[in-house]
């Protein structure tokens, strides 16, 4: 449950600025809770849930505010289950060449090496559990880092070794979402793969505001077409909307995949009721174009907007474009913020 603003003056004065406890969700889901107390801002991580970011809460006007779309929520739904996921090793559905639908569905695989190896769509990682290695708090922030490991189950899908550690830690005011992956060093080639966040945010973020006040904003300079599987191609058109644009006019389902950017990729949610929201991720190293950098899906009909940050290319396990290639025994770093931003006085 989260907090309440009673008192919030004189725990801020006596408490810890961040902290870190266990919970579990109605539907007995384990949770750790990472809080700061000074800007008022609190997560939750679901290790056995993909790793998931599972909740993102913030003080406004004297009341919590949930951020992520069915934050916290693990009912079954037959929609979009909203939170966080983490995409790895692919981002979008495989589709292998020459595919033939089966009750009109195509299986999501891909080839390697002369075989064929089943991947769910955005992979595995966001269905697996994740062993907690240490959480902790100190004067500077709130963290928690977990990992996936390589398994039997890992392997029939994907013939790599692996580590991927992630640490989710609260600092400053904004989330950090650090990704390191590790290539065995016994792997007999290169590691490939793509990786993304299907980070979910609730719209309207403030309740009762009108949807036609919510807006998006990202200076990306151009978007990718969609081949006839229904993924990015490759080509490209520039960018068919302004860098700050109303939600309300700008459907996004399906997806739309975007890129470009000169620096560090960024997208903004804001909301009239003086709430908003700025995801922005960087990476030790791109994949040459074509690389999708944000990956837009929602929009105020649904009550969710995805900016879902993307290094990578929807089906890039077939294509072998648009993915990181990592030499056995070397690792590769990702780093997403999410910065809520509260209007003055808010």
Not at 100 to 126: C, D, I, L, N
Not at 222 to 232: Q, S, T, V
Not at 243 to 248: E, G, K
Not at 273 to 280: I, S
Request: hydrophobic letters at 40%; charged letters at 20%; a neutral charge.
């Amino acid at each position: 449950m989260l907090g309440t603003s009673a008192g919030t003056a004189a725990v801020a004065a006596t408490a810890p600025r961040y902290s870190w406890h266990e919970t579990t969700t109605a539907e007995k889901i384990p949770l750790i809770v990472l809080r700061d107390e000074i800007d008022r801002i609190e997560i939750a991580v679901a290790p056995t849930q993909g790793g998931e970011l599972s909740g993102l809460a913030v003080e406004f006007n004297g009341r919590w505010v949930e951020l992520l779309y069915r934050g916290r929520d693990y009912r079954p739904t037959s929609g979009f289950r909203g939170k966080a996921s983490i995409l790895w090793p692919a981002v979008g559905s495989s589709v292998p060449a020459g595919a033939t639908p089966v009750k009109g569905k195509v299986e999501s695989a891909y080839e390697y090496r002369g075989k064929r190896y089943p991947m769910p769509q955005h992979g595995f990682a966001r269905l697996k559990p994740w062993q907690v290695v240490r959480r902790w708090a100190n004067e500077e922030e709130a963290a928690v880092e977990l990992v996936l490991k390589d398994d039997a189950d890992s392997r029939a899908q994907y013939p790599f070794g692996f580590a991927v550690h992630v640490i989710h830690r609260l600092r400053a005011g904004r989330v950090e979402i650090h990704h390191e992956v590790k290539a065995a060093a016994d792997n007999a080639a290169p590691m490939f793969f793509s990786i993304g966040n299907h980070i979910g945010f609730a719209v309207p973020l403030v309740a009762g505001t009108a949807v036609e006040r919510i807006t998006i904003e990202s200076p990306s300079r151009f978007e990718y077409l969609r081949g006839k599987n229904g993924a990015p191609d490759g080509t490209t058109r520039a960018r068919s909307f302004p860098p700050t644009t109303p939600l309300q006019d700008f459907p996004l389902v399906p997806a739309m995949s975007v890129g470009g950017y000169a620096g560090d990729p960024w997208f903004r949610l804001t909301d009239a009721g003086g709430l908003g929201v700025k995801v922005t991720h960087h990476a030790e190293s791109t994949p040459a174009p074509p690389v999708v950098q944000f990956n837009l899906y929602g929009g105020t009909a649904e009550g969710f907007f995805c900016p879902e940050p993307f290094v990578g290319l929807h089906n890039s396990l077939n294509t072998q474009t648009g993915q990181i290639n990592l030499a056995p025994g070397k690792s590769w770093t990702w780093l997403i913020r999410v910065e809520p931003e509260r209007a003055p006085g808010k």
